[in-house]
């Protein structure tokens, strides 16, 4: 039994607070149940060193914590002078999907930088880190419209993203820190609104997966995204 | 004319939201106006390697700003391998301060560390930091004493912080962004229940100040501390 | 049509060549066509400190290039005192692959650690290192329990790792750089002899990818690993 | 009672050797006592990044402790790789106070570094740089006009610093290290030739000082800085 | 008796493997003994800062060893973001007397960078990367002027390094590593084709050496370095 | 002609000021003509890991220049966190020669740590730094002895350094800054009192040099560390 009685296959309560804090050009607080993460959208009018004089736009992002956010406190990035390999991995999973959502040509000599940052972490930090930082990117795109930056809207179209995993045998979806800590196998899905994959990672903790299991992870995978689809939505829509 | 129409000695709107996280021993968002601060106390079953075996405890603090906190994007410190001179400054202060507050012999060999997180910046952050950090280090040492961590409450008093500063030759109180900006003198004035001082720290930032003008700002800092202790006893009360 | 008239779902000539060096307790290097990866494995006597004292033993994994390995030069990460992301990426990936090949109860508070080192790159060096590494292990755990360090053998079998691709539409098997550069849908997996996933990391470069296409890449993949395993086998019989 | 049979409102012997070494533009010894710092004043012909084109100058600091300038030896900072919090905030405040001495629009888009390195400890240190480097000051505008460098003295008047600190109950002038060390209360002042204040920075180290105690300690320090003023004046006639 | 009945003024056998990569302008494996390093010299179409706009070009080195590359594994410099001042010696070194084998001033803003990374260490790495790099060298240079980077063959003429040292009393010739470990003088030679110094470095591990000791060590060290460079033009001429 | 007149084959005017500073064990400021260095011995209670429970000693070595003993100012390698490759070269070589000069049987668990700081630079400051270090030396063993650390002198014998060079052809002796940027080979010697080598490092900066010259140099080189060795004892007689 999953704790507040969820379904295997239920999302947990997904709450999305625009505008969330004043400087940025998209702020938005994400939550999937504990899991509480604040998404800031900053354009900045450059690109890096490989694509001036391009035209091109580029979009990257960052991922932290705060110390505290985790059950025992873990140590702060910044004083110990490094990103742990985790944070790097985790960054370059956000940047490369959402550069999914955006057409770079159109994105005219900008940088969309996303600042991820898990302000309290209950499992899924990752996936629901994307699926807040496509709202605030929509609205710094509204945001750089207004301001005429961009001519063209760049947005390609919706993106979200779920965990799913096996735990003791069965596939569940949206693991909170207590299932994602037992899992045998544990995978982070990021699929666009028509249903297309942009990102597959699987990884057997404990137990390889067979192919029928990796059949049931994608299909509960794919219909909690859907249903992801559609919040953003009702709140962009707000 | 000050912003809202502020008195040169009037505090900004000052909130404490006790228990703002759930795994922090103490966890308090702090805003002074629309200065945002996330404070945690962790409480580590250990001490400094200076400390070992002296029975005694210790308490340190943290300080950092979410890339986006400030009007224009700064670059994030874990990335850059470093933290800021201004941080390491403000983070000893920080913890400086804090242990004035509390009798360290009576912590017991344990550490509490203090993060403070700055989400939403607009002046006066430090102070702001101090004055909320105290509120989460009451409350951790409430749950260290629940847990049977400490046997005597080590809280000695009360401490908050505040900034003054003299605007257009004006003495002003809880400078924001905007104010702290133009200011000819920027102090920062940490004081106790008692309306003793514990830290003060002027910086003539345009012009030189006087004996007069000095005497002014103590004036309206420890009156303004005044009533920031109040307003700490206010939010403990509940 | 492929370099060397190669098919869609066919492999580049692969070799083993063990014991290459002669300090290691394994060494292999492996070549997948121009591919080239220096795999050796070391066996330390002790582990990290969080397995200190639990009768486990660990493996890890660590990746980089020589700075000529590429066709234009790439900066030399120790004179940039710095792991790329891209680096801490691929060498977390190894070290979690690996693990999934033993059994770390039997590894006696002993660690093997994975050194790939690619002398020579032409894509797919993570799955070539992958490959390469699980002899190196085989040849480390031989050495290992001739000197009496582990009382059991702890290999639990064999895993191997390959890449598939959507190149214009069509999906290949084992992408060279030049497939790779310019592959709309990049996949790693790996798998073992079994015919189950340890780990499946599939990318959307360009266009995202359908669940039918997902079946294909799957499947030439699953096809390739299995042929991988049979030269692995063959290669240890010598 | 004080070393050397000192009153509590005494300085120690102030010297200030000009010419220290043959290089800098500007170059002098300063020792409060045994404390001993060399301070020199270099001149470069080009502004950090924010500057550029404004056609002013910036001056800045950098202080530094050899090794065993203290009792027991410190740790090498350039072999640790980092810059102590203690260094970082002595040096920027050494440059804080410096940039009040000088009119920056008159630098010409000259930055001066001010570099104070303590050959060897014995309490106050920073305010000690202070009052040194303000000569060195002096000596490199001098060398600086003679070449041209500057079409008009930028320097606007003299700038010196002393501690002063609370001990066993009792206000006293310039501490050596026995004294800080054991001070309850420990503040910097750094005042220019009119008696107006550039810096104060007072911390309660054991017990927080009340409203009397401040007063007393202004009162004996601006005596001491303007006794500084009189030595400086001194020693620049010569 | 040395390994392999060496004589005390014999060399180890030393092959050289031209192209042993493809992807540099010159790749050259290098073997004394069992000491094997891969020289990789790259041409990249910029020079320093420092000899910007002067029409000279530059020529550097970076030296690395491959983790297990010795007896016991030791740690990856990238891992530990740090070169080791062993590295960095060796580097300055290889750089130094590889220019010495360059006209510069032939190179038309060009830098040659040569990578020497040790495969397997059995002594000598330093003075075996040197007489390999130089072959490295004429092939890149090759390289270089058939694709019309420079216009006039910058090549001076051949240089060659080998070590020698004091074993037990006797001088001996190209130490292997069990030599190098009890010698009681360590001595690096580097010479041209005409038999003059390019570089002497001479040490005393345990004792001391006298002038005469000195002379013999010369002795054989340019005997031993005449054979290197009739073995390199015997490479180059295939 | 020679600045101030000197021969090929005279030393510049050698100052030892002992007991320079207060708190180290041992402290001389060196100075060969306006080469000035504080070389401080320190002792410290503990041994590096690898020595641990070997009832050996160590010494060990750290040089730095103030960022303006030279001509234009170098950047802080503190603030650049990180050593300059020069830098580690030179405190190895320092370190390596003074062990030449103890005992370690005889250094009881101990560390001497020898930092040589330059105060002014005007070339041969490693040669120089060497030659004062062994006076500090000698006088932090003496301080050492009297308070019970080492119960037998560990001093084996006199060391002193050189640079020679040759100049336009000629060979000469000590080296100031302007001979040594021309100098077509340098050549820095550390030999002992009974005119044996410690280390020979011969460098040709712009021509080779032959075995002619080489013989010229240790000829002029030994006699200027024998006039050395004896104004070391001169300077320990008073």
Same mark, same amino acid.
């Given at each position: 039994?999953? /704790?507040?009685?969820?379904?295997?296959?239920?999302?947990?309560?997904?709450? !999305?607070?625009?505008?969330?804090?004043?400087?940025a050009e998209g702020?938005?607080?994400?939550? *999937?149940?504990?899991?509480?993460?604040?998404?800031n959208a900053s354009i900045e009018?450059?690109?890096?060193? *490989?694509?001036?004089?391009?035209?091109? #736009?580029?979009?990257? &992002?960052?991922? #932290?914590?705060?110390?505290?956010?985790?059950?025992?406190?873990?140590?702060?990035?910044?004083?110990?002078?490094?990103?742990? #390999?985790?944070?790097?991995?985790?960054?370059?999973?956000?940047?490369?999907?959402?550069?999914? /959502?955006?057409?770079?040509?159109?994105? /005219?000599?900008?940088t969309i930088i996303m600042d991820?940052?898990?302000? @309290?972490?209950?499992?899924?930090? %990752?996936? $629901?880190?994307?699926?807040?930082?496509?709202? $605030?990117?929509?609205?710094a795109?509204?945001?750089?419209?207004?301001?005429?930056? !961009?001519? @063209?809207?760049?947005?390609?179209?919706?993106? &979200?993203?779920?965990?799913?995993?096996?735990?003791?045998?069965?596939?569940?979806?949206?693991?909170?820190?207590?299932?994602?800590?037992?899992?045998?196998?544990?995978?982070?899905?990021?699929?666009?609104?028509? #249903?297309?994959?942009?990102?597959?990672?699987?990884?057997?903790?404990?137990?390889? !997966?067979? &192919? &029928?299991?990796?059949? %049931?992870?994608?299909?509960?995978?794919?219909?909690?995204?859907?249903?992801?689809?559609?919040?953003? @939505?009702?709140?962009?829509?707000?």
């Amino acid at each position: 039994m999953r /704790a507040n009685n969820r379904q295997a296959d239920e999302l947990r309560e997904v709450t !999305f607070t625009r505008h969330y804090t004043c400087h940025a050009e998209g702020s938005v607080l994400v939550e *999937f149940g504990r899991t509480r993460i604040l998404c800031n959208a900053s354009i900045e009018p450059k690109v890096p060193a *490989f694509l001036k004089g391009k035209g091109k #736009g580029w979009l990257t &992002a960052e991922y #932290g914590m705060l110390p505290r956010a985790t059950h025992g406190r873990m140590r702060r990035e910044a004083a110990q002078s490094k990103q742990a #390999g985790r944070t790097v991995e985790i960054q370059r999973l956000i940047g490369r999907c959402l550069r999914a /959502a955006v057409d770079l040509k159109l994105l /005219a000599e900008k940088t969309i930088i996303m600042d991820c940052d898990v302000l @309290q972490a209950d499992g899924g930090t %990752r996936t $629901a880190a994307i699926t807040g930082a496509y709202i $605030a990117l929509v609205d710094a795109v509204k945001t750089g419209m207004a301001k005429g930056m !961009f001519t @063209q809207d760049p947005i390609i179209g919706p993106i &979200a993203a779920i965990s799913v995993g096996v735990c003791e045998g069965t596939a569940v979806l949206d693991l909170d820190y207590a299932e994602d800590a037992i899992a045998e196998t544990d995978m982070n899905l990021v699929m666009n609104g028509k #249903g297309e994959y942009i990102e597959i990672q699987g990884t057997a903790e404990g137990q390889p !997966f067979s &192919a &029928a299991q990796l059949e %049931r992870l994608l299909a509960i995978g794919s219909a909690g995204i859907a249903r992801l689809i559609a919040l953003q @939505q009702e709140a962009l829509s707000t």
